[in-house]
């Protein structure tokens, strides 16, 4: 931020703006993404919790933690709003107000972009999944991965645990690629019983059986567009040759019916499980994991990508935040970081959602939080907050656990803490739950 005399300089938002948003013209290849940068560059430079341009208006009542400035008006018809969320306890100045306010006139140039390629306040489908939050190192390589592979229409693998959002990353690479307009259809391979998962992919003709009548396999639900395949791997040997042969000839013949469909899709397959390693225990087809391994896209877990966990976080508090305001208090946060999320961004969600349904304060405190989340948080932390404890009673409780961890080795335990030997004797001898003489009245 420039200064000048002690004070902001008041053209460094403009400036600030306008390069955030020329540097990113040259590697997006989306608007969408374009103004996402921009909402992300204009969020850091005021120190806002999230900032959003919308085609909708902003919530009645007003609430002081909501700055919102009209987006000046153009040629696409839709009204917009730039609309800033801040921490309830901040205070939002005059200069933070002006910066939205130049926000909002660079925000008319995104939407106008936007507008003329087709984008502006077209209604998504979706799910209501988180999109790609995160500003660390993995996601933001995951996003680069997807702008490129989003450019051709080869067939695509997304590896990644349970809850980590394979299934928004296939959503983001038919949006930003050339079938956008087309339908995106997806289908759980796990959920499919063994007996219809040729007709459910393949379709069926009318009267081949009793009762049935004839529909559209996905295949074909998904032409012009893209098919996406989740947990691929469990499917069976023999849907797995089946699956290999539509997707070689692209094309597909219904049950019961003698004549081959052609069909223009791609193909996108998602797994929690490395196919590499099923194919060298038997479980898979080496020549399907050929056909499926051409690109790949790794999505990483939340425990790997801890940076993002406070920013998700907040996401979906704002998501919520027509039910109730809340901020995370620190002893929160530091439990939702040290946690190692084993169901990654889709646990986060839920223990958000638990959060804001029981909550009865302004705040996500410790005690809102799933006892399995807080592990020792809530044998040690919780217990020693609601009595008071002294930080000398925490030390000496920690030096304790350390002390015990390292087989009751004070030499190697003092290396581990970082502290000379007399300091940890001096944290072993105190005693809190022992009144000390010479204590001061008040």
């Known amino acids: 931020m420039a200064v000048m005399d002690g004070l902001p300089d008041p053209d460094a938002p403009a400036t600030t703006l306008l390069a955030a948003v020329t540097s990113g013209l040259s590697v997006a290849r989306e608007p969408r993404l374009l103004r996402a940068r921009f909402e992300e560059e204009l969020r850091m430079l005021v120190h806002a919790r999230s900032i959003c341009v919308r085609d909708c208006p902003p919530d009645a009542p007003p609430r002081p933690d909501v700055v919102s400035f009209d987006v000046p008006s153009a040629p696409w018809g839709t009204p917009a709003w730039l609309e800033a969320i801040f921490d309830p306890a901040q205070r939002v100045d005059d200069w933070q107000r002006r910066t939205l306010s130049v926000g909002a006139h660079v925000a008319c140039l995104l939407v106008q972009i936007e507008y003329a390629s087709g984008r502006w306040g077209r209604p998504r489908k979706g799910d209501g999944a988180a999109p790609l939050i995160g500003?660390?190192?993995?996601?933001?390589?995951?996003?680069?991965?997807?702008?490129?592979?989003?450019?051709?229409?080869?067939?695509v693998l997304i590896e990644g645990e349970s809850g980590t959002?394979?299934?928004?990353?296939?959503?983001?690479?038919?949006?930003?690629?050339?079938?956008?307009?087309?339908?995106?259809?997806?289908?759980?391979c796990a959920a499919i019983v063994e007996s219809l998962i040729e007709a459910e992919l393949f379709g069926i003709e009318d009267r081949t059986a009793t009762g049935v009548r004839g529909r559209r396999g996905k295949f074909e639900s998904a032409h012009e567009g893209t098919l996406f395949l989740d947990e691929v791997s469990d499917l069976s040997p023999a849907a797995q040759a089946k699956l290999l042969r539509a997707i070689q000839d692209l094309t597909v013949e219904r049950v019961?019916?003698?004549t081959a469909r052609r069909v223009d899709t791609r193909i996108i397959v998602a797994t929690n499980r490395p196919l590499s390693s099923m194919v060298e225990q038997g479980k898979f087809r080496l020549d399907l994991f050929y056909r499926l391994n051409g690109i790949d896209?790794?999505?990483p877990p939340l425990r790997q990508r801890r940076e993002d966990i406070m920013e998700l976080a907040r996401y979906f508090l704002d998501r919520y935040r027509?039910?109730?305001?809340?901020?995370?208090?620190?002893?929160a946060a530091d439990a939702l970081l040290a946690y190692d999320w084993p169901g990654n961004v889709r646990e986060l969600e839920r223990v958000i959602e638990r959060a804001v349904a029981l909550n009865s304060s302004n705040s996500v405190e410790l005690e809102d939080l799933p006892p399995a989340l807080l592990g020792g948080y809530g044998d040690v932390l919780l217990p020693s907050v609601r009595a008071n404890e002294s930080m000398r009673a925490w030390g000496s409780r920690y030096a304790r656990l350390v002390?015990?961890?390292?087989?009751?080795?004070?030499?190697?335990?003092?290396?581990?803490?970082?502290?000379?030997?007399?300091?940890?004797q001096g944290y072993l001898k105190f005693r809190p739950d022992k009144p000390r003489r010479g204590r001061l009245k008040a």
């Open 297 to 299: 896209v790794q999505v």
């Open 322 to 331: 027509t039910v109730r305001p809340l901020s995370v208090s620190i002893g």
């Open 135 to 155: 500003s660390g190192a993995p996601i933001r390589a995951v996003r680069e991965r997807i702008e490129r592979v989003a450019a051709t229409d080869f067939t």
């Open 165 to 188: 959002g394979k299934e928004l990353v296939a959503r983001q690479i038919h949006e930003l690629g050339r079938r956008r307009k087309g339908p995106f259809v997806a289908i759980n």
């Open 256 to 258: 019961g019916g003698g």
């Open 403 to 424: 002390l015990e961890r390292c087989a009751n080795n004070k030499r190697r335990a003092c290396r581990e803490l970082g502290i000379s030997y007399h300091t940890l």
